[in-house]
């Protein structure tokens, strides 16, 4: 047996074994802290903390009540105002005004090859809260997956046997005007739906989807449409309408009451400051907000419709950046054109509820926008942050201000999707006559 030198051994005994592969370190913790505001009422605005709790302390189901109402033909929006609706079709208001470039300019048997194919468009309404908004998302309750399943019947042959060999499910495909966030409701959506079957009837496709959900989607009206037509690229405006509902006004301690909805809701700790703090730099708001409650107390626990209402007026009629106002947008549509919108119509108004069954009725602040286009969210930070000015006291021109912020800290977290509703989608040239708010 041959033995090692000492010295030898020792060495090998000593060798350094391979380093093992490891995980990277997790980054550092970051410490966010508060927006600062740099004008007079920088300690009369609420932070972020207490304008979310602010705005989810409200009688939010009544809301949600209505727009059912609404999105069943029992109602419309109309009423709200003391207006008749313009057009009655089963209950619910259209707009009679349409597209020529819309209509079908040939019959589809006068056309040869992919010229063939038969676009329709379905004008509809869903009740917000009853989906997990417009995107077909696996495993959750879209608007957009139950209307693409009841179309699958009207897919031509050729499109059946491609989805069978990539065993796929047999759906239609639907193309919308714009995709609405879970618990926004929608009065007169639009989306397009494309056969090469010639067999296919506009009343087929509504019975389709009015009997996939009923009570909590309808389809208005169905109607063949030129191939050119898109319902997002072709249109020219979209409406939407915000109901803020106000607490009972027959309760004794008004300010008491709103004392407690800024700071006494229970919020849930998971996503409690909503959709706001996952922007980069501008992360959920930690424990940070308790240094800042001493001075709640001087804070207006109110705030006037008017004022909200000469606010949003200094943004009609301007092209203006509203990235401040977005929230979750991809990186690249952060910066220039992809964040600018030209609002035809800003407007907010008193109106009451229908008398529930006690008698009663609630008071709300509707506020209707009319823009060419919105960014992810915008409406519902633009509403919580012109409610949180108004009650703040700040400068008439304090939501153009905001638009020059460098952090999306600067607004007020979303108002809940329970208020909004998208009211319709134009088509021609906007007109400030069918609004609901003069």
Request: with cysteine; net charge positive.
């Amino acid at each position: 047996m041959i033995k090692q030198p000492a010295a030898v051994a020792g060495s090998i005994m000593e060798r350094p074994a391979p380093p093992s592969p490891s995980l990277p370190p997790p980054p550092p913790p970051k410490d966010y802290v508060h927006y600062h505001h740099t004008d007079a009422c920088s300690f009369s605005r609420w932070t972020a903390k207490e304008s979310y709790q602010f705005m989810y302390g409200k009688p939010w189901q009544k809301v949600t009540d209505l727009y059912l109402d609404v999105v069943n033909g029992r109602l419309s929006l109309s009423e709200l105002f003391g207006k008749e609706t313009y057009a009655v079709d089963g209950g619910a208001e259209i707009v009679k005004d349409c597209d020529k470039s819309e209509l079908v300019r040939n019959p589809a048997g006068d056309r040869t090859g992919r010229w063939a194919r038969v676009t329709f468009k379905i004008l509809l309404s869903y009740h917000g809260s009853s989906f997990d908004g417009w995107q077909k998302q696996p495993g959750l309750n879209t608007v957009q997956g139950l209307i693409e399943r009841s179309l699958g019947k009207f897919v031509d042959e050729k499109k059946v046997q491609l989805l069978k060999e990539k065993k796929l499910p047999i759906d239609g495909c639907a193309v919308v005007a714009g995709r609405t966030d879970k618990g926004v409701t929608a009065l007169e959506q639009v989306c397009s739906f494309y056969t090469w079957r010639k067999d296919v009837t506009a009343v087929e496709i509504k019975d389709a989807v009015n009997g996939a959900a009923p009570g909590k989607i309808r389809v208005i009206s169905v109607s063949p449409v030129s191939r050119e037509f898109h319902p997002n690229f072709s249109a020219k405006w979209r409406r939407y309408l915000y109901i803020f509902p106000f607490n009972d006004e027959n309760m004794d301690d008004k300010e008491g009451q709103s004392k407690k909805n800024v700071l006494d809701v229970t919020v849930r700790r998971e996503g409690q400051y909503g959709e706001c703090f996952h922007e980069e730099n501008c992360a959920r708001v930690t424990d940070g907000d308790d240094q800042h409650e001493s001075q709640t107390r001087n804070k207006p626990l109110t705030f006037e419709i008017s004022r909200v209402n000469h606010l949003l007026h200094q943004l009609e009629g301007k092209l203006l950046s509203f990235r401040m106002f977005a929230r979750d947008t991809k990186a690249s549509r952060n910066i220039g054109p992809p964040t600018e919108c030209f609002l035809y119509h800003a407007r907010a108004a008193e109106a009451y509820l229908p008398c529930s069954k006690d008698g009663t009725r609630t008071k709300t602040m509707c506020i209707e926008l009319v823009a060419n286009r919105f960014l992810r969210k915008m409406v519902r930070v633009l509403v919580a942050t012109a409610i949180r000015e108004a009650a703040a006291g700040a400068d008439d021109d304090a939501l153009l201000k905001l638009m020059d912020a460098t952090c999306r800290r600067a607004t007020a977290p979303p108002a809940p999707p329970d208020g909004l509703c998208l009211v319709d989608v134009g088509y021609t040239e906007f007109d400030r006559k069918n609004c609901l708010i003069p």
